[in-house]
């Protein structure tokens, strides 16, 4: 198993690296740390050609079921999900695992990264780190037990691209254009976005802190 920190400047930076990765061609599994962080996640990525679904506490059993089993299948490349996922998903050839938000715990790092590198084979485990956050992340991956390199994460980067296979993600609207000409051609276009969720055609800022007011003394 390789462990892989992506230094990133802020929140957005974070989330365009996010769809970077999520635009590879082989799946992955992108853990957050809370139902609406999943949520956030789910409508700034619907803001690009990318195959997926999200799995958190909220949703029932018979939905978490069957978007485990389209995502072991392979009718879904990427997976969105909280903790809920982290002991529930067992597809040996799952080369690579995200953490969008550093875990809370040693623990949790060590089971959301278990989902990959398993029955004798490789896999990476990346995760997103903000610069504010390089400190805490130290001390947890030593409490885990894991040497991880860290790179510069930029999109483009090639370094950050290379390691993971990511790739500059395509807008949805240049998707839905090249679906429409594939039909026209005789072609069946590639099934793309997210089940049961819609970010109204418009992309979403995601995460942003609230700004506080200084008061008047």
């Not at 853990?31 to 609406?36: E, P, Q």
């Not at 072991?72 to 597809?91: M, P, Q, S, Y």
């Not at 807008?171 to 254009?177: F, G, K, Q, Y």
Request: charged share 30%.
């Amino acid at each position: 198993m390789r462990h892989i920190v992506l230094r990133v400047d802020d929140n957005d930076a974070a989330d365009e690296v996010v769809a970077w990765i999520a635009s590879r061609q082989n799946q992955c599994v992108i853990f957050a740390n809370s139902k609406a962080r999943v949520v956030q996640l789910a409508k700034f990525l619907r803001y690009y050609d990318i195959n997926f679904d999200f799995l958190h506490g909220d949703r029932g059993q018979a939905t978490r079921r069957s978007v485990l089993k389209a995502f072991a299948d392979g009718e879904v490349n990427v997976l969105i999900a909280t903790d809920v996922a982290a002991r529930g998903i067992d597809i040996d050839s799952l080369d690579l695992v995200v953490h969008a938000d550093p875990p809370q715990d040693a623990a949790t790092y060590v089971h959301r990264s278990g989902r990959t590198a398993r029955a004798g084979a490789s896999g990476t485990v990346a995760m997103v780190v903000r610069d504010r956050q390089v400190n805490d992340v130290r001390v947890l991956l030593e409490q885990a037990g894991v040497e991880a390199e860290e790179l510069r994460a930029g999109p483009g980067l090639p370094k950050f691209v290379k390691a993971l296979g990511a790739r500059r993600p395509r807008r949805a609207r240049e998707s839905a254009a090249s679906a429409s000409a594939g039909a026209d051609a005789g072609r069946s276009p590639r099934r793309s976005g997210v089940r049961g969720s819609s970010s109204g055609g418009k992309k979403s800022r995601v995460h942003r802190p609230k700004r506080t007011k200084k008061k008047k003394s």
